[in-house]
């Protein structure tokens, strides 16, 4: 059974640097068919993706995001970590980490994903 | 910011069939990029429904259907039932980079 579990703080202050980490289960950090995404979510509001680390290490970043995002993982660990710096109120969200799956070219999804963890920006 | 633009809200009775569009352009969908559907049930994560513009999930009811046209994508939900009320939401790839829709509430009177 392929899992996901988001683990972080619950609360930061602004201009404060956010770190989750993403645990997985079931599959392999290194399986050249699949990869790690996160992808938020503000309360009522749409799904936004900001990264996405494939096996081999590759990254890529939201572009409107990209300054502030870094991804990265822990093979042995089963780990990927997501850091946010510079955070404000408006990144207020639940964050999800979801397993990406390389269909045939030009066919990727997300499936499944974790329950998510809500993270708030107050002072 | 969604590429992918989605109506707000679509509504039916049970039994009924609604249909959700997902309308992207040339860099993405019209860029031969598979369309995938996710369904969001309130206060849960969201959940694979389509992959691949029109494959089901083992699990999946067949009562869901999606296809591709062009530069749009649709998801059908035929013999509505309530609980199908949920948000969804279309996914695909546009310049390397994943892309969400702007999500649909679908509500069952």
């Known amino acids: 059974q392929v899992t996901l579990k988001e683990s972080g703080p619950v609360l930061v202050k602004p201009t404060e640097t956010l770190t989750l980490t993403c645990t997985v289960s079931?599959?392999?950090?290194?399986?050249?068919?699949?990869?790690v995404s996160w992808i938020r979510q503000p309360p009522g509001k749409a799904l936004e993706w900001l990264a996405h680390i494939f096996s081999n290490d590759e990254k890529s970043y939201s572009t409107s995001l990209k300054s502030r995002l870094t991804i990265s993982k822990d093979t042995s660990k089963s780990q990927v970590v997501l850091t946010m710096t510079n955070m404000d109120p408006v990144d207020t969200a639940t964050y999800y980490c979801?397993?990406?799956?390389?269909?045939?070219?030009?066919?990727?999804?997300?499936?499944?994903w974790g329950q998510g963890t809500l993270v708030t920006v107050s002072s | 910011q969604s590429v992918l633009t989605q109506p707000p809200s679509v509504s039916g009775a049970p039994g009924q069939r609604v249909t959700i569009s997902c309308t992207g352009s040339s860099s993405n969908i019209g860029a031969g990029y598979d369309v995938h559907w996710y369904q969001q049930l309130p206060g849960t994560a969201p959940k694979l429904l389509i992959y691949?513009?029109?494959n089901r999930p083992s699990g999946v009811p067949d009562r869901f259907s999606g296809s591709k046209s062009g530069t749009s994508a649709s998801l059908a939900i035929t013999g509505l039932q309530a609980e199908d009320e949920a948000d969804y939401y279309c996914q695909s790839y546009d310049s390397s980079l994943y892309v969400f829709g702007t999500g649909t509430k679908v509500t069952v009177l």
């Open positions: 079931g599959f392999s950090l290194s399986n050249a068919r699949m990869g």
């Open positions: 979801a397993r990406a799956i390389f269909g045939v070219v030009k066919s990727n999804w997300f499936d499944p």
């Open positions: 691949g513009n029109s």
